[in-house]
Nanobody, 125 residues
Framework: QVQLVESGGGLVQAGGSLRLSCAASGRTFSSYAMGWFRQAPGKEREFVAAISWSVGNTYYADSVKGRFTISRDNAKNTVYLQMNSLKPEDTAVYYC??????????????????WGQGTQVTVSS
């Protein structure tokens, strides 16, 4: 069984930064791509970023490109999302998810098979 636990959310002013972490259980963490999604109230869950098993390939939503950076430390079974220049529209619950393959160049939720419980990010104007 794979468990994903997010942390690092909180309240920040517009223009500020936050770093989210997602700790994964299981010995096969390094064999799979990982992704971050977010869901704002009343909206569908949307893709934010993904990273391949080997950290060489990253993939971002246009809305966060240049502001957010996804990374991973396979020795620590952890994936990160560094969020800079935050905007009020970034306010959402952020979820990490495990891709269903070593490389997942996809924004579709169906291509991710395990999900965390989420961490709230609130950006005030």
């Amino acid at each position: 069984q794979v468990q994903l636990v997010e942390s690092g959310g909180g309240l920040v002013q517009a223009g500020g930064s936050l770093r989210l972490s997602c700790a994964a259980s299981g010995r096969t963490f390094s064999s799979y791509a990982m992704g971050w999604f977010r869901q704002a109230p009343g909206k569908e869950r949307e893709f934010v970023a993904a990273i391949s098993w080997s950290v060489g390939n990253t993939y971002y939503a246009d809305s966060v490109k240049g502001r957010f950076t996804i990374s991973r430390d396979n020795a620590k079974n952890t994936v990160y999302l560094q969020m800079n220049s935050l905007k009020p529209e970034d306010t959402a619950v952020y979820y990490c998810a495990r891709g269903n393959a070593p490389v997942v160049h996809s924004s579709r939720t169906g291509d991710y098979d395990y999900w965390g419980q989420g961490t709230q990010v609130t950006v005030s104007s």
